[in-house]
């Protein structure tokens, strides 16, 4: 048996054709070709017959072995598929069209059942095409198969592909191995506020202006060690043309590998993301607003086993302090529109006339080590406030004050705070007038440092209420002195 026969094709010379010695042909020995060709066909993935003209199998590769279990010994030289490939009942259509194939233009696709060798049946799905001699006349055909779940397979993976980069819902990239997108799908253009093509390429650090360590972290891990078993949720601040917008993205990776090597090679990290801010958000303003409530409740009780009304006033400042601010203080009035006291120790007044406002410190927190708040006494001495100051400005407003240091350096910070007799740590400040039966008690200012952000509305809300309280023990105790 020659060595073209051993791997299942036909090398047969005519009567009238002088042998070859294979010098003008592309390799320089004698049957080179035909194990190149033989090579060739068993290095494939799809499973390969060919049959000359009178239908005679003369080809059949590896991957057609594996599938029907029939070897290329076996299978060369066989007219046709019928009594081995296929039923007797059916050997007559199956073979009409594929032979139909070598007077049809372009591919055939055609679907039946073969018969393996142990008796088995296979599915197939095959695409057949005419082989033309020199002069243009068929001269047999080849066909390649492969079983029909496996083509469904690949059809849907390739079908889920192009769903997911056009028309899915959530956000999904494929970052390559440099950690750059390779691919974006529409809906993760957007939630970059960039086109798709402009994505491309570009490192994530020109995307994102938070975020991106986390981000560029994940990917790492995922290409080092696969993906992570839970999604993950990550705060980014995404650069658009209108600034930074702060997202939250609910991530899952997956570690790409190339299928057509032995050893995974990676081929990047599929990404794919939802943003849930607006559930983010919703969900901790409403565990805020539990907690703060909580608090309200819980320093409410605690105060109501105060004898003195003015450390009611402090419990109430502590209670407010926790997860809302660093410091705290509260500044009673002494004189306001050039009319004094009422004569009280703590300087309450009778009105609010227009003019002057002097304040008073009442108590305070410590602005080094945490701890309780702290009485300042009777001495009655006057805090050094501008009359731009916001505490100040509280007073004549009788509504609450936000004021923030801004983009200024660490230096020009300090300088900011402590020009408003504030802990030189302090970069956000929040002033809540204090009232009761009618009339301006004071204020109480709440202040944050560089490691919070700037109060909010609902901040401001807050602070409101727990000032409504602390009015309360003030003004109860101006009354029992």
């Known amino acids: 048996m020659s060595a073209s026969r051993r791997s299942g094709t036909t090398d047969e010379l005519g009567p009238d054709e002088p042998e070859r010695d294979g010098t003008d042909g592309?390799?320089?020995?004698?049957?080179?070709?035909?194990?190149?060709?033989?090579?060739?066909?068993?290095?494939?993935?799809?499973?390969?017959?060919?049959?000359?003209?009178?239908?005679?199998v003369t080809h059949w590769n590896r991957e057609a072995e594996r599938i029907l279990g029939w070897s290329a010994e076996e299978a060369v030289g066989r007219h046709g598929f019928a009594g081995w490939a296929v039923r007797s009942?059916?050997?007559?259509?199956?073979?009409?069209?594929?032979?139909?194939?070598?007077?049809?233009?372009?591919?055939q696709v055609h679907e039946f059942a073969l018969l393996t060798k142990d008796g088995g049946r296979v599915l197939v799905r095959?695409?057949?095409?005419?082989?033309?001699?020199?002069?243009?006349k068929p001269a047999g055909?080849?066909?390649?198969?492969?079983?029909?779940?496996?083509?469904?397979d690949l059809e849907r993976s390739i079908a889920l592909s192009e769903a997911l980069f056009e028309d899915a819902s959530w956000g999904v990239v494929l970052v390559d191995a440099d950690l750059r997108p390779a691919v974006v799908n529409s809906h993760a253009a957007r939630a970059l506020g960039i086109g798709r093509t402009a994505v491309l390429g570009r490192p994530l650090g020109e995307l994102l202006a938070q975020g991106v360590e986390e981000l560029e972290s994940a990917l790492t891990h995922v290409l080092a060690e696969g993906a992570p078993p839970a999604p993950a949720e990550m705060w980014v601040s995404v650069r658009t043309p209108d600034g930074e917008k702060r997202r939250c993205w609910r991530s899952g990776f997956l570690r790409l590998a190339s299928p057509l090597t032995e050893e995974p090679v990676p081929l990047g990290v599929g990404w794919l993301f939802q943003d849930i801010t607006e559930a983010k958000q919703?969900?901790?303003?409403?565990?805020?607003?539990?907690?703060?409530?909580?608090?309200?409740?819980?320093?409410?009780?605690?105060a109501a086993e105060c004898e003195d009304p003015a450390e009611a006033a402090t419990v109430h400042l502590d209670f407010a302090l926790a997860g809302f601010a660093d410091h705290a203080l509260i500044d009673r009035i002494a004189v306001i529109g050039g009319t004094a006291a009422d004569g009280s120790p703590g300087g309450s007044t009778s009105g609010d006339g227009r003019g002057p406002v002097r304040?008073?410190?009442?108590?305070a927190t410590p602005s080094g080590a945490p701890g309780p708040s702290v009485l300042a006494g009777h001495a009655g001495l006057p805090v050094r406030y501008g009359d731009g100051?916001?505490?100040?400005?509280?007073?004549?407003?009788?509504?609450?004050?936000?004021?923030s240091v801004g983009s200024y350096g660490v230096e020009q910070a300090r300088a900011w705070a402590v020009q408003r007799q504030w802990p030189p740590d302090t970069v956000?400040?929040?002033?809540?007038?204090?009232?009761?039966?009618?009339?301006?008690?004071?204020?109480?200012?709440?202040?944050?440092?560089?490691?919070?952000?700037?109060?909010?509305?609902?901040?401001?809300?807050?602070?409101?209420?727990?000032?409504?309280?602390?009015?309360?023990?003030?003004?109860?105790a101006a009354l029992g002195k």
């Open 26 to 56: 592309p390799v320089g020995s004698d049957g080179g070709g035909s194990d190149l060709l033989a090579a060739l066909l068993d290095g494939m993935d799809a499973a390969l017959c060919a049959f000359d003209a009178d239908g005679v």
């Open 89 to 107: 009942a059916d050997a007559e259509e199956i073979e009409g069209r594929l032979l139909s194939a070598m007077h049809a233009p372009g591919r």
């Open 126 to 136: 095959t695409q057949s095409a005419a082989v033309r001699g020199p002069d243009g």
């Open 141 to 152: 055909l080849y066909c390649a198969f492969s079983e029909v779940h496996a083509q469904i």
């Open 282 to 302: 919703t969900e901790q303003d409403s565990a805020q607003l539990r907690f703060r409530t909580n608090q309200l409740h819980r320093a409410a009780r605690a």
């Open 359 to 363: 304040l008073v410190r009442a108590a």
């Open 389 to 403: 100051h916001p505490a100040v400005q509280c007073v004549e407003r009788s509504g609450s004050v936000r004021a």
């Open 428 to 476: 956000h400040a929040l002033c809540a007038v204090l009232r009761s039966r009618g009339r301006t008690l004071g204020v109480v200012t709440f202040l944050r440092g560089a490691g919070r952000s700037q109060f909010e509305r609902a901040d401001a809300m807050y602070a409101e209420d727990v000032a409504v309280r602390i009015a309360a023990a003030l003004d109860l």
